[in-house]
């Protein structure tokens, strides 16, 4: 939002400095991002008329030209500029003018010729590119005049306006945030307002909910045509072009006031005007020529020929002003925020006024800026305003808020008595009531953010000065709650996954439905009002956005990636919120290095990423894992969790892996998704359920036995592994697989079967183990498994 220093001094009065006043704004919460000055306010530069132009003697692309510049002699002035002509009037440099960048102008000689002095272009004054050669001022120009006076120095501040403050959208609301917090004082225009009646022949309004209040003007013997200078400056200063004397009054009004305004031609409406919602498919063509269909939700202000304006957003050109208007009816309302920013995100149209209506208007302003732009139109074009203004619907009553002077001496920790607070929220604006207990004030109608107690309590630490409250400790120890214990496991279960080579992931909670039903198990939600196709649903699943995250790191060149999320998920089906762990790992398991490929030859696979996943159970509750069949991974397990169900682990197809536009990646990329809760369940705070353990180092070797087993291909290894470890043989401390094979001729294995080395290590940490003991538990282990997995050692 810009805010133009010389338009807020009309409703100002300061001698502050402009960085005071733009430090006083911030310190209010209107933070000033930056401050552009524009204008010419350098001495010694004045509007010179060329008098004569001849060629330079001794240089083809220069002129020899005599200006007169008000002083009685004329100047020799040597110029290289070819787009003026004799009696043009330019802006001249005298000697002793600084130029920008510190050039200083002196009498010199350029080839040969003295010129004393030097004719500019806007970009030599600082006033922009502009057209090539020297900026040609207008014909009426007054010999002589400094050039200070035809560009006035103005400083414009570009302001952040927060969502709860639409007031601030206009010259006099910053003026007065800016009188409040004591940087002048506030000069107050009042204009006179009508006598207001309803005519439903001329306005009415057929959508109550979303149109309270609605008024037409009439103004006849209007004459438009072009603005004066000081009406077009100050909306140039604000980054608004000129259009005619009614539109610019119009858009005048609404930087002044922030209230939307919007004239019709009288002479091109049919009956009364409307307020109503569009017939579904409704044609209208806007004012900038662009063709919309309206839907039963846009809200249209429309006479008996049709639409003639979608309400709060932008006019119709059937109806617009042009040069033939003679008559215009002035419009001023109070449309529904929320219908207004429902309509300007599904058209695709923003506007100033769209702007305005998104976050609410001054209620009672609206008469004001009406009376106030009727005031503007009489002056300015002639216009004879009716006596009467008709209106629909009705004005919101003032809002009463009760304060209690003992609440905000103990929220905000200051001693104040209730006068001193009734004192500065006076400053705002607000009307003290009586009222025996607690105070009571009554909020201005262009503060619809005051609604609540502590609303005017914040209000109250703003005037008082945030920064003049005395920091204190007013924290009550208090027992760690189950919310508590859930961030603490959180904190050290990242801990955990960055100590093992992971990066945290962070990705939106709004996402596209396409993306997550591939991995959603109980139904994707849907936005009511999405912002786009791309944030139309809540994320059902952590996997979708860290595969965004992956295709991001390998397009960047990345050969190992390794990344978690822990974040909230959201489906139809009960639980409908949950907090999850997402995985996804893929690359190399290590990079390359000096010593060679070698050491980083081998591509992470499943088996590494369920490795990581087992590390986070117990010994007293693993996690374990079994087949699933799942439509986006064609290789999945589901994990399981003290037996239960908890998540999937599972290997990305190669379709999906093309789809990511990472289609030369080698190696797979594996993902994962579990349930926090049960993970936290199962662990129990900060992993305590299976405290570290240590033990001396061993002194005495180990054995280890190698069996090649025979059994059926559809056995797993978790059956053999489980009936190894069912043996309870107190000797051994190890089992681990290291090869698989099967023949799918049948030679060397029997079709339908595979065979399975695994290593035994036996330990004992007191003494050396015999031979004999060592072939009895290996005896031992080998019945449990032909019993319990049906397994045989392959001779």
């Not at 510190?102 to 600082?126: A, Y």
């Not at 009054?249 to 002479?267: C, K, R, S, W, Y």
């Not at 002056?379 to 009553?397: D, H, M, R, W």
Request: overall charge negative; charged content about 25%; proline content about 5%.
């Amino acid at each position: 939002m810009k805010i133009s220093l010389s338009w807020l001094r009309d409703y100002l009065r300061t001698e502050k400095p402009v960085a005071e006043i733009a430090r006083i704004l911030t310190d209010a919460g209107l933070e000033v991002g930056s401050i552009e000055s524009t204008g010419v306010a350098i001495p010694k530069v004045v509007a010179a008329q060329i008098l004569e132009s001849i060629q330079h003697p001794n240089a083809d692309r220069l002129s020899v030209c005599k200006v007169d510049d008000g002083s009685g002699t004329p100047r020799q002035i040597v110029c290289g500029a070819k787009n003026y002509k004799v009696g043009d009037k330019v802006p001249l440099a005298q000697p002793g003018a600084v130029m920008p960048g510190d050039f200083k102008i002196k009498v010199g000689k350029l080839r040969g010729v003295e010129s004393e002095g030097m004719m500019c272009s806007s970009k030599e004054l600082g006033l922009g590119e502009g057209a090539d050669g020297l900026l040609i001022l207008p014909s009426e120009t007054a010999i002589g005049t400094p050039l200070s006076e035809l560009f006035p120095a103005e400083e414009v501040f570009e302001i952040e306006i927060t969502p709860n403050r639409p007031d601030w959208l206009g010259h006099v609301g910053v003026a007065r945030e800016a009188a409040a917090f004591g940087c002048g004082e506030l000069i107050t225009k009042d204009p006179e307002l009508p006598v207001t009646k309803e005519n439903a022949s001329v306005a009415a309004i057929a959508a109550p909910d979303a149109a309270s209040f609605y008024s037409i003007r009439r103004i006849d013997g209007v004459k438009i045509g072009p603005s004066p200078e000081w009406l077009r400056k100050r909306l140039e200063s604000v980054g608004l072009r000129s259009i005619n004397n009614i539109v610019d009054i119009t858009n005048f009004v609404m930087f002044e006031t922030a209230q939307p305004l919007h004239a019709f031609d009288a002479g091109k409406v049919d009956g009364a005007l409307t307020v109503r919602f569009a017939n579904e498919g409704e044609a209208f063509t806007a004012l900038d020529g662009k063709e919309y269909k309206l839907t039963a939700h846009d809200l249209v202000i429309a006479d008996a020929k049709g639409s003639q304006a979608i309400a709060g957003i932008t006019g119709g050109v059937e109806s617009g002003v042009s040069e033939t208007t003679t008559s215009i009816l002035l419009e001023s309302a109070l449309f529904e925020p929320t219908v207004i920013r429902r309509s300007s995100r599904a058209l695709g149209i923003s506007t100033d006024s769209s702007y305005r209506f998104e976050r609410g208007v001054d209620a009672q302003g609206s008469l004001a800026a009406s009376a106030r732009a009727a005031a503007l139109i009489v002056e300015l074009a002639g216009g004879i305003p009716s006596a009467e203004l008709v209106i629909a619907g009705s004005l919101p009553t003032p809002r009463v808020v009760a304060l209690r002077g003992d609440r905000v001496r103990s929220l905000l920790g200051i001693d104040l008595d209730d006068d001193s607070i009734a004192i500065l929220l006076t400053k705002l604006g607000l009307k003290k009531i009586a009222s025996e207990a607690d105070l009571g004030f009554q909020i201005p109608s262009w503060r619809n953010d005051l609604t609540r107690e502590v609303d005017l309590i914040e209000e109250v630490a703003r005037l008082h000065g945030i920064n003049s409250i005395t920091a204190k400790c007013a924290g009550i120890p208090a027992h760690s709650s189950d919310a508590d214990k859930a961030y603490d496991f959180a904190c050290g279960l990242r801990r955990r996954l960055s100590g093992g080579g992971f990066h945290e992931a962070r990705s939106g909670t709004l996402t596209g439905s396409r993306d997550q039903e591939a991995f959603s198990t109980g139904g994707v939600i849907a936005v009511r009002n999405p912002m786009g196709e791309e944030h139309s649903t809540l994320r059902a699943s952590l996997i979708p956005g860290l595969l965004e995250a992956v295709s991001r790191n390998l397009r960047h060149g990345t050969d190992s990636i390794r990344l978690f999320e822990i974040g909230k998920v959201y489906q139809q089906e009960q639980p409908e919120e949950s907090i999850r762990l997402g995985l996804v790992m893929t690359g190399r398991t290590a990079p390359e290095n000096w010593r060679g490929k070698e050491d980083g030859e081998r591509s992470l696979d499943l088996y590494d990423l369920k490795g990581v996943i087992q590390l986070l159970g117990t010994r007293l509750e693993p996690i374990t894992f079994r087949a699933k069949t799942h439509a986006s991974l064609p290789l999945a397990l589901e994990i399981l969790i003290a037996g239960k169900p908890a998540g999937i682990l599972g290997v990305l197809s190669p379709s999906a892996t093309r789809e990511l536009m990472v289609g030369g990646h080698q190696g797979q990329i594996v993902v994962a998704e579990l349930d926090l809760h049960a993970l936290q369940i199962t662990n129990g705070i900060g992993f305590s359920k299976d405290p570290k353990q240590h033990s001396s180092l061993h002194k005495f070797p180990a054995v280890r036995r190698d069996l090649a087993l025979l059994m059926d291909a559809a056995t797993s290894y978790s059956v053999i592994e489980q009936a190894v470890l069912g043996a309870r043989e107190e000797l051994l401390s190890a089992v681990t697989p290291f090869d698989v094979f099967s023949d799918s001729e049948g030679v060397k294995v029997p079709l339908g079967k595979k065979s399975l080395a695994i290593a035994l290590t036996f330990l004992h940490p007191e003494r050396t183990l015999t031979t004999e003991e060592v072939n009895e538990a290996v005896t031992r282990i080998v019945a449990r498994l032909r019993e319990a997995a049906g397994a045989e050692v392959r001779g």
